[in-house]
């Protein structure tokens, strides 16, 4: 049976690569894997693969695709853990590629290419903290940026405050300043998206090499001024409009990144404050940042956990109509009948083993981004959180409790006690049962405190299984805060679509 499943399979990919390979999937493939890798390196790295397979790739292009997704993925563990390795061995394996594509003939003719893979080296070796490395490969970049032309001019300005903060770090601090200064008066008027951008990070750089020195008075206007070159961006997306591969394809994307690097500035301008020792303009600053803070973490955290969520029912949703598609074609001879059963069976299983696979590495990176979202919550929130504990019962709103109440029962661990319930948080709070109630029922995310304790509970036994294979099933339930097995195991498969002995199965 093994043997026909085989020759059935080769059949297919032999069909599947004999047809003509059109040029624009090649484009579609790297720009679709190029768009994700960020945060789904494994998925990037398959459709790489499968771009090979076929024919739309060749295997320079594909090994320079690597590259870039081993070494720059912000996915760090995830791929750590894929290549087998210990910590970063994603950015030996990225600079051993880039290393060798520079040897390639078809690397060293394209100006392009070249640069991507100096682009990839310079970056790693400032991960791997090899300063001279990373000046030596930035210098080179730079050169390679210059060749190509007045088009490349931005990037060229980009590493060349890379080349300053190199220097700095090795000592030089005034030749490193300089670069960064000269950078940042060049960019400092220009209205495009590219140069805008550059200006943002290299004035972070900056930022960062006055830190480290206790200069934090200066750092003031250079925060002040990117948050105002963001507010004109803001005005007149128009203008700043330059079609450059960087740039946000849309409203939504523009908002959340003018939200990004504004939060960043005001929360550098607190810092400072705080430096300074001027605590009331800290807390003033604190105060201003603290709903950008939410919005935009909540935002970016929990889209992608929402995103994920919806996945998972779409997955679950196809796979029923294939199965009821694929049940109504099962027709013929009673010989033919058995073969045809005995083949789709095989196949099945192993479909369903990859799909459960998927399924639990999305509810994985599902649980890290809301993990995400609590730490940078609950960090950016500390000192309002400090004043509303004795303000509970007055000048909340009833979406601010509820959201107060979730944090609590979040950042306590509250729900990992099996008694837990509204008489819990009614003595830990002193709050009346009604204005709990309140709170929960019309003010936030969750209508019901049930709702939030199981998703919370959920959320640990997944990490639980992650982190510590060695416990069962049982251990699990009861560490996660649910009183038995029966009802962790309905609820585990209620939300997530599979069993918490299937999510297991796919860590071995």
């Not at 791929?79 to 394996?93: E, H, V």
């Not at 083993?353 to 809301?370: G, H, M």
């Not at 204005?435 to 019309?442: E, K, M, T, V, W």
């Amino acid at each position: 049976m093994k043997r026909i499943t085989y020759i059935l399979l080769f059949v297919f990919a032999v069909v599947v690569t004999a047809r003509a390979a059109n040029v624009n999937d090649t484009i579609h493939t790297l720009r679709a894997a190029m768009s994700i890798y960020g945060y789904q390196p494994v998925q990037a790295l398959q459709i790489i693969d499968s771009a090979l397979i076929v024919g739309n790739i060749d295997e320079v292009q594909a090994e320079q695709c690597r590259a870039r997704i081993y070494g720059m993925t912000l996915m760090r563990e995830q791929m750590d853990s894929l290549l087998g390795g210990p910590t970063d061995i994603r950015l030996d394996s990225a600079q051993a590629i880039a290393l060798r594509l520079l040897t390639n003939e078809s690397i060293k003719a394209s100006l392009t290419r070249l640069r991507d893979v100096y682009e990839i080296l310079a970056y790693t070796e400032r991960m791997q903290n090899d300063t001279m490395g990373w000046l030596y490969r930035s210098r080179q970049l730079v050169d390679v940026c210059r060749q190509i032309g007045p088009e490349a001019e931005t990037d060229a300005l980009r590493t060349e405050a890379e080349i300053g903060v190199a220097l700095y770090a090795m000592g030089h601090e005034e030749e490193g300043m300089a670069k960064v200064d000269s950078v940042l008066a060049l960019l400092n008027d220009k209205d495009k998206f590219n140069e805008l951008d550059a200006f943002i990070v290299a004035s972070r750089r900056k930022i960062t090499m006055l830190g480290s020195r206790d200069r934090y008075a200066e750092t003031l206007p250079l925060a002040r001024r990117i948050i105002e070159r963001l507010d004109d961006y803001e005005s007149n997306p128009e203008r700043y409009h330059d079609n450059s591969y960087r740039e946000p394809k849309n409203d939504q994307k523009r908002a959340d990144y003018i939200r990004f690097y504004r939060n960043q500035a005001q929360n550098l301008i607190a810092a400072a404050y705080a430096s300074l020792g001027d605590h009331g303009n800290m807390l003033t600053a604190f105060r201003q940042i603290e709903d950008v803070v939410r919005e935009a973490t909540a935002r970016e955290h929990i889209a992608r956990y929402n995103a994920l969520q919806q996945q998972l029912e779409a997955e679950h949703q196809r796979d029923a109509a294939r199965r009821a598609k694929e049940s109504r074609k099962v027709t013929g001879f009673v010989s033919l009948l058995i073969l045809l059963f005995a083949i789709y069976v095989l196949w099945q299983w192993r479909k369903t083993n990859k799909q459960n696979k998927i399924l639990a590495q999305q509810i994985r990176d599902a649980v890290e981004y809301k993990e995400k979202y609590r730490e940078l919550s609950t960090q950016n929130s500390q000192l309002q959180n400090n004043s509303k504990l004795y303000t509970l019962n007055s000048t909340l709103s009833e979406a601010e409790l509820s959201s107060y109440l979730c944090a609590l029962i979040e950042n306590e661990k509250l729900y990992l006690n099996p008694l837990f319930d509204r008489q819990t948080l009614i003595d830990r709070t002193g709050l009346s049962k009604e204005r709990i109630g309140a709170a929960f029922s019309h003010g936030g995310e969750y209508a019901r405190l049930t709702t939030i304790v199981r998703e919370l509970r959920l959320n640990h036994a997944v990490r639980l299984m992650n982190e510590h294979p060695e416990m069962s099933l049982e251990q699990v339930c009861l560490a996660s805060g649910f009183s038995n097995t029966t009802s962790f195991r309905r609820s585990f498969k209620e939300k997530y679509g599979i069993s918490p002995s299937e999510f297991r199965e796919t860590k071995e």
